[in-house]
């Protein structure tokens, strides 16, 4: 059995078997594609987790750094990746990721893609 499945947004769900679910489905979607923005989304979703002062200084580092590349002529994808990874990990080493919620991964995604 072949599924082709084109373009899609929104709270996707694939499951093998049944699906219930309880009190509604909700998610957030970020569609923006210019990176300056996204770094701004980024930077008010990061402040909003109230991170202990010496992680959120280490963020705040990776974060300026993944600005100096976004805003370079030719920023290099590779370099925009170790970044937002780092972000993630200083992130998930706090325990903040639990708290974060949908927006955050909306705009770390947007970001990969």
């Known amino acids: 059995m072949t599924f082709n499945i084109g373009s899609q947004q929104?709270?996707?769900?694939n499951v093998a078997g049944n699906q219930t679910i309880h009190g509604g489905q909700h998610g957030d979607f970020t569609a923006v594609t210019d990176p300056q923005a996204l770094l701004g989304?980024?930077?008010a979703e990061l402040?909003?987790?109230g991170l202990p002062p010496q992680v959120a200084?280490?963020?705040?580092?990776e974060v300026a750094s993944l600005g100096t590349e976004l805003g370079s002529p030719s920023p290099d994808r590779p370099t925009v990746a170790q970044r937002l990874l780092q972000i993630i990990r200083l992130v998930t080493t706090a325990g903040?990721?639990?708290?974060a919620g949908g927006s955050l991964a909306g705009v770390l995604s947007s970001f990969a893609a």
């Open 96 to 99: 903040a990721v639990v708290t």
């Open 10 to 13: 929104g709270n996707i769900n």
């Open 41 to 43: 989304q980024l930077r």
């Open 57 to 61: 200084s280490q963020v705040n580092g």
């Open 47 to 49: 402040d909003r987790l």
